[in-house]
Structure formats: structure tokens, C-alpha cells
């Protein structure tokens, strides 16, 4: 039956006459395609129950279920419709496939006998479920499923597009609910010739393999009969030559590794997340089992610790599945969360809480850092793997779209490093509740392992992929530095309450970390809280997942992150109060209150004490590092000498001058910054004819991703905020505060006030914020021309700091025009700067000489209310002389975070002040002290130290604690083989590199009493 001789091929007739072969919607009644599926029949009886809540099965299927029928709709958006569906098979089909076809709007998974067994979602192609392979004689032929089918699509509700906000009466429907003869031989053919019709379009007119495989398919369709399947095998050995045509020696390798990027939260709730892992991940169960050589790399310890608690039986599937290393946990981290924002330490615990759980339930830790969707890249995340025993980073920014129709050729077209290394990797599955990869999929890279013309597939591992570009590693490039993420820039700014939740959230967990180590160290009663701290630590965790303290989320989502930061400071109060209980047991001192200084240097600052009947009164205090003091009583407040008041003076034109004799600030009747002198030296730092405290707003109006991004073109809009003479007054009158305070109408909807606050002996001046912001796709910042000319400002990073330059003279200049900070930036010239620090603010930027805080922005999607409403934060100016390292600049970035506690101590407070820990040089700083993770009767103490200058330092840990043994150990606090430190009169050596951070094992001596 050969076919008669070609005619002369027209390559776009025969193109798409194949394609039309194929096609599910032409030509179905004679296409090959239109045979897929055989006879069906409608299920027996389909019932429903409808539900506001996300129900465990157990409750759900007790439920009252009512008749339902295909095509009935069911809602509104977040609710939950179970299905009860009664299934009988015709005999009839004795040895054949047999499916249940569902299709609906919403998220379905199907359970079987209690448990669930397959994700069913149409945006992610999987819209059958296979009830048997073959229908045996003997098989029961009536059996009873459910299907729970979530309110949402694949990516949420969005009304109109998918990052607009979610529409709360949105409907979905059920659109087909069937059993069906599957044709497996007819699947086979349609996979062959779809890959030949995809790579004769990857590769295209000019090549000639293209040719080859459109014609195969042609052949293929002509000898091809879809009525007798007895056709078929001829079709498929012409598709066999074709695959099994080997390529050469130097065929590019791509390591194809199924994966499902599913956001943690983002255009749906927490709870939703819950239920797409066990959706997707149930569903890569079924294929593991069918597809012994298919590996599936899955990441976020969160994640799989949800599916470990509320699906206990997938769960052990999983763990099974790891064991034979298809199920591959990667990643090491809690949740993939943002590259910017986390603090050092968040980081840190990212990896420990990771590493600690993958190890406990899965037998081993991760090898790589896995990030494929991040704003940005920390330049200190080589470090912080490395110390988590992690050496392989892998990284892309993801579409949605994260299958296109032959993504394999693409893979190596944009592959960066040709001829330098000759694999790469692809990950592919429908990620967000689509369910992860499909069985086409994997059958299609399957005929891919070696055919001429094409890149090699192989069905791999992270191990086996890393294994081989690190064969080549002397061949690849070194980046150095951060790498800073050229999008989504909007992101340090959106979502004011989060941002500072986060930051509010990093100092509570520190405070109650070392407090709480203290007490532990001085009362052998004392119980250290660690299973309560390690709840909130994840809770802290789970909110720096990159769509959530970014700010990229819908307000549900941005909700229930406000609920956990509550949460955690209402338990770290608690907390804080329980500790400081504890280190006042005993003391004969006299009642009151117990002043706190959880910073690793002594501090003298003003703090307002509490005084009976709800009163506050102002005191200076001196609490030394780490440590605590007596609270000063009302008679016995120290005198200030030697230092000198704070001088408050208003003019007649009724502008304001501040004065410590540190610093002296000229406030004009707006409340604008004239003038900030660093007294000493008579030095200026506000710019000839400028004026600082310029608040200015910009259109913010972005190309698509409204929350995520601000664009270059929004700087040629700005506006300055221009306030009215004779709005500013005197505050605090002086002594050892002096304020003065102004209100400023932002625009016809939206207003401020600040108060300046100048404090006896302090380096810097501070401006507390407080503002009502209603507005739509606008930005406020608040601008300082300096008096300093410098072609890079300093910003704060994670554990250490990086310039970033001031000018545009490339590119890569310019597309820095907004960045990103965490507690201070700074910009200096030889011998002279000026700083600005903040209390919870991360973007940020410096053209030329003016220093910019951004403050608030307004996008509308996807949460149409985000930011909208009352702010308060505090930013503040420090003018200095010499380098910023040199001036203090960090301590102070650290005191405007961490303030002094006046904690009130139960009974008598301790007499006398006392420190735990200091350290002899300014440029380490002592970071975290907490119990170590692993502590024989509680009494291991961790430290973490960082050298915060960028130097080679030697420096002495100082500590009165009694410590039995000190050993450095990684950031998963395993012990440095090289054993103990030697430890003499109290202190200890150590040696830091630039920016290097160190983790160090107290082991304390048993309780005094
Ligand atoms: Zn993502």
C-alpha cells in the first residue's frame, strides 16, 4: 500500500494538513485526534455540596449531597463544591482503557477510598483520570469517586485579567463528566505527530531536518487510516526511523526534570496552596509510578510540610518516592522567598528551617538553592548557601506560560554560556495548581533522547545536571556582586504594612532570642521557649515568600501575613515579659522596670519610662552591650553634663532651629530641612541652595504589573509637595528632647504630619511619619540634596552593604534608577557624608547628590486597596565626618531599629546594670544569640557574628555568661571540626574576612542553682 509519489510539497499546505490531522477542533469526525476517546457513557449519579470552607474529606463526604447535573454552575470564588460521583462501567468494554473525562472552571482532585488520587484542572491539561489501564473480566465495574473542586482557577479570580483583584461572584461550571474508552495506540500516534509538527516549525524553512520531519508526518498521515487502527503500526515505524536517527558526538544535553513552581500565596490564600500541592502532587505520584525514569524535583519545606499534616498518605507516598529518587526535595530553604527584603538572618533561617525539615523527613539535605522566581538576587546568598552546606544555585525568571510548544529548542537558543558548557536544564510542568508536568510531556522528551538534528534529551536529575556543568566549571564565567534583578522594582516599596510588619517582626525575634538566651544562662528555672520561637520564626518565614512581603499579593493574602505578624507580636511580648521575669528573679533591687539593651554595644539614649497613671516622663539612660540597667527613678535622673541639652528655638518667620551641639537642624516654617550642621566642625550637609525633607510625588503608572513594577519614566513626572508657612511648631521644648512638628497636605485626598525629634547626645535627627494616603498609581518620596559629591552611594545590604553608583552613564547605571536598602544608605565623600537610615523602608535611590527614601506607592492590582489608609514610620539623618564605617553609622542604622525596652519586672528589678556580650572592635557586630538547635539540657548558646565594615578584622567576644566550651560551626550550627576555641579570662579570638559572617557554639556550665 505504498503511497503514490509525492507531489511537489508546498511546506505551509503540508504544514498545516497535518496539523488539521491533529487539530481537536477541525475535522474531528475523520481526524485521527476526533478517534482519541471511544464510546462513553454519563456517569451513574452525580450529587453536590456546596461550602464556604476548605473541609477535610472525612467531614466533607458526611455532608448532604443534592443532585447535580453537567453543566450546572456552582460558587461563588473561594468556595469549595464536593462531588459525589456514582460511576458504573459497561461490560461491554471488558479490555479496554477506560477514563473518567472531567472538565470544570475550578481546581478539581479526585479521591478514591478516602484518598486523594489525581489533580484535575483544565489549564493545566488534565482533564481525564484513568479509573483502569485494562478492564479485567472480574473487575468491579461500579465504584463511588469524589471530586472536590475549588472556587479558582489555576491563577485565582481576577476580574477582567489575572493580576486585577479577584471577583468575589465569580461562578464555575462543570462542563463534561463522563467515562470514556481511551485509545492508547491513537494517543502514541498523536504524540508522534505533534513532536514532528513542533520541530519542523522550532527549526524552520532554512533547515533541512525540518523537511524531515514534516514529511515523515505527512507519510504518516498518509498511510494512516483513524478508522483502522490496523494502520497505525506503519505510521508509527515511520515515526520511529525518524526519532531513532542518532545524533553526533557533540549533540548539546538538556536535563529535562519535571517541576511545578507553585506560589506559596500570590493571587489566592494560603489555604488554597495547600490543597494545589496536594492536587499536583498527587498527580506526579501517578505519573513517578508509570514513568519509572521520570524525576520530579519539588521544592519549600513549607509546602511539604502542609501536604505531611493534612495528607498524611501522600505524604508517605512522597517519602517513598524519594527513596527511590524520583521525588527529589530541592531548594534547602522554608519557602522560596524574596532575594531583597529578608534580613541576614531571615535568610539564614530560611536554609536552617529548610535543611532541618528535608533532613528529618526526607533523609538528607538539599544540595542546591533553588529560586527560579525572585525580584532579585542578594549578593551575600553565596555565602549564607555555602555555609548551609549548599554549592549549586539554580535560578530562571519564569513565565506563567512555563510550557510553550517546543520549549526544547528554545532552551538551547537561549542558552548563555555556548561552547562553554554543552548542558542545561529544563524544567517543565504547569506550575500553580496546574498539576506539574503531563504524561504527553514525558512522552515527548522520552522520543527525544538522541535524534539527529535536535538537542539530547535525558530525563534528569539536579544532582546529574549540576554534576556535569561542574565538569566544565573552569570554562564558566564569575559574577560578582549582587545580581540585581532589572524589574519589579515597585516591590521594596508596595505594601507599607507588610514591609514593616516584616522588619517590626526580624527585631521582636531577635529581642526575644537573646533575651531569652540571657535568662536561660542566669536561672536554672527558666524554660527557653524554643518550640513556640520556632512556630513564629515559620510564620515570619512563610511571609517572605516573593509574592507576599513584596507586596505583590491579593488582599486576602495581605490580610492573613498582617494576622501572622500580630500573632507573632503579641507571643513576643509575651515572651520578652517572661524572660525579663525570669533575669529579675531574685534581685533585692527595688520594683519597677527593667531597661534592655538587646545590641551588642553599651547605648546612651533618651527612652520614655512609664510612670503611674499612664504617664510617660523622658530619662537618660546608659544600658550597657547586651545587657540591662536599673531604670533611673523620678529623683534620680541623671544630670546630662557633660552633655550638653538639646536647645529648641523658634524664629519669627517662625522657622525652627534644633540643637544638641551634635547637630544643629534648620527646619523652614514648612517644616522643609534648611540646614543640618555637624556642630564640631561647622560642616553643612544640606547642598548650596537646596532644601532637604522634600517630600515629592511622581505618576506611577507601569507598563503591566502594577504592584511589581515602577518604571524609569515615572522620575520625569515629579512633583514636589509644597506645604504651607506657618504649619510648624515646637513640639518638645528641649532638655533632653527637642521637637518641633508640621502638618502638609499631600494633595486634595491625601495629608501628613511629622514630628522632628531631636534627643540629647544622639548623632542624628529623626522624623516621625504619620500619613493618610489615599491615592491612585501615584509615589511619594521624600528627597535630600547633600552637600557630597560621589559617583556611588552605599547601601545596606544583608549582613554587609554594596555601592550602587549615583549616575546614568550606561545602561546598567540607568536601569538602577530604583533600588533597594535595608536599614540605611549613605552617601559620602573624602572625610565628610550624610546618612539616612529608617525603621522600615526598603526602596530607595541616590542621583547625583539626592538621597531618596520612597515611602508609598498606589497600585490597584491585583489588591485594589494596598497602602490605602493611616502609615506611620520613622526615618532619620545623620550627617558625619570621616567614613560612614568610622562614624558610626551602623550602630546608629541599629539603634533606630532596635530601641531600648523598659520592661516591667514582676517584683524587685536587679540593682545594677550587666552585660552578657561585647565585642572589641565597631566593626563586628553580634548579630543573633539564641539557643543553639541542637542543646544537651538546653544549655547551648548560639552566636552569630558578622564584620560589618567590609575589612579583615581580628576582634575579642567578650562575655560574662559561664561558658563551659566555645566552638565555631556553619549556619546549620554543625560543629567545626577543628574543636574548640581557646577561651581564656572570659573572652575569645576570632578572625573575620570583609562581610564574613561566623557561628559560634557557647556551651554554657550548669545552672547556679
Ligand atoms: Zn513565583
Known sequence: MAAAAPALKHWRTTLERVEKFVSPLYFTDCNLRGRLFGDSCPVAELSSFLTPERLPYEEAVQQDFRPAQVGDSFGPTWWTCWFRVELTIPEAWVGQEVHLRWESDGEGLVWRDGEPVQGLTKEGEKTSY??????????????????????????????????????????????????????????????????????????????????????????????????QPETFPVAQALASKFFGQRGGESQHTIHAMGHCHIDTAWLWPFKETVRKCARSWVTVVQLMERNPEFIFACSQAQQLEWVRSYYPGLHARLQEFACRGQFVPVGGTWVEMDGNLPSGESMVRQFLQGQNFFRQEFGKMCSEFWLPDTFGYSAQ????????????????????????????????????????????????????????????????????????????????????LF???????????????????????????????????NRECERILHDVELLSSLALARSAQFL??????????????????????????????????????????????????AAAAALCAGEPGPEGLLIVNTLPWKRTEVLALPRSGGAHSLALVTVPSMGFAPAPTPTSLQPLLPQQPVFVVQETDSSVTLDNGIIRVRLDPTGRLTSLVLVASGREAVAEGAIGNQFVLFDDVPLYWDAWDVMDYHLETRKPVLGQAGTLAVGTEGGVRGSAWFLLQISPNSRLSQEVVLDVGCPYVRFHTEVHWHEAHKFLKVEFPARVRSPQATYEVQFGHLQRPT??????????????????MDLSEHGFGLALLNDCKYGASVRGNVLSLSLLRAPKSPDATVDMGRHEFTYALMPHKGSFQDAGVIPAAYSLNF????????????????SAFSVSSPAVVLETVKQAETSPQGRTLLLRLYEAHGSHTDCWLHTSLPVQEAVLCDLLERRDPTGPLLLRDNRLKLTFTPFQVQSLLLVLQPPPN
Open 130 to 227: 484513568i479509573l483502569t489501564d485494562k478492564l479485567g473480566e472480574k473487575d468491579p465495574r461500579s465504584l463511588t469517586l469524589y471530586v472536590e473542586v475549588a472556587c479558582n482557577g489555576l491563577l485565582g479570580a481576577g476580574k477582567g485579567s489575572m493580576i486585577a483583584a479577584p471577583d468575589p461572584e465569580k461562578m464555575f461550571q462543570v462542563s463534561r463528566a463522563e467515562l470514556a474508552v481511551f485509545h492508547r495506540d491513537v494517543y502514541k500516534l498523536l504524540v508522534d505527530l505533534e513532536l514532528l509538527l513542533g520541530i519542523a516549525k522550532g527549526l524552520g524553512e532554512d533547515n533541512q531536518r525540518s523537511f524531515q520531519a514534516l514529511y515523515t508526518a505527512n507519510q504518516m498521515v498518509n498511510v494512516c487510516d483513524p478508522a
Open 381 to 464: 546568598l553565596p555565602q549564607i548557601m555555602r555555609s548551609c552546606g549548599i554549592k549549586r544555585f539554580l535560578t530562571q525568571k519564569l513565565s506563567w506560560n512555563l510550557v510553550n510548544s517546543f520549549p526544547v529548542l528554545k532552551t538551547v537558543a537561549k542558552n548563555r554560556d555556548k561552547g562553554r558548557t554543552n548542558h542545561s536544564a529544563f524544567l517543565f510542568g504547569f506550575g500553580d495548581g496546574g498539576g506539574g508536568p503531563t504524561q504527553t510531556m514525558v512522552d515527548r522528551l522520552k522520543r527525544l533522547c538522541n535524534t539527529d538534528g535536535l538537542p539530547r534529551v535525558q530525563l534528569s536529575s539536579p544532582e546529574r
Open 467 to 501: 554534576s556535569a556543568l561542574e565538569g566544565h566549571s573552569e570554562q564558566l564565567c564569575t559574577w560578582v556582586g549582587e545580581l540585581f534583578l532589572e524589574l519589579h522594582n515597585g516591590t521594596y516599596t508596595t505594601h507599607a504594612q507588610i514591609k514593616k510588619g
Open 528 to 577: 527557653y521557649p524554643a518550640a513556640l520561637l520556632q512556630d513564629l520564626w515559620r510564620l515570619l518565614l512563610l511571609t517572605q515568600f516573593h509574592d507576599v512581603v513584596t507586596g505583590s499579593c491579593i488582599q486576602l493574602v495581605a490580610e492573613e501575613a498582617i494576622c501572622h505578624y500580630e500573632d507573632i507580636r503579641s507571643h513576643g511580648n509575651t515572651l520578652l515579659s
Open 807 to 824: 549616575h546614568y552613564n550606561t545602561s546598567w547605571d540607568w536601569a538602577r534608577f530604583e533600588v533597594w536598602a535595608h536599614r540605611w
Open 899 to 914: 530601641p531600648l525596652l523598659a520592661l516591667p519586672a514582676p517584683g524587685p528589678a536587679p540593682a545594677a546594670a550587666w
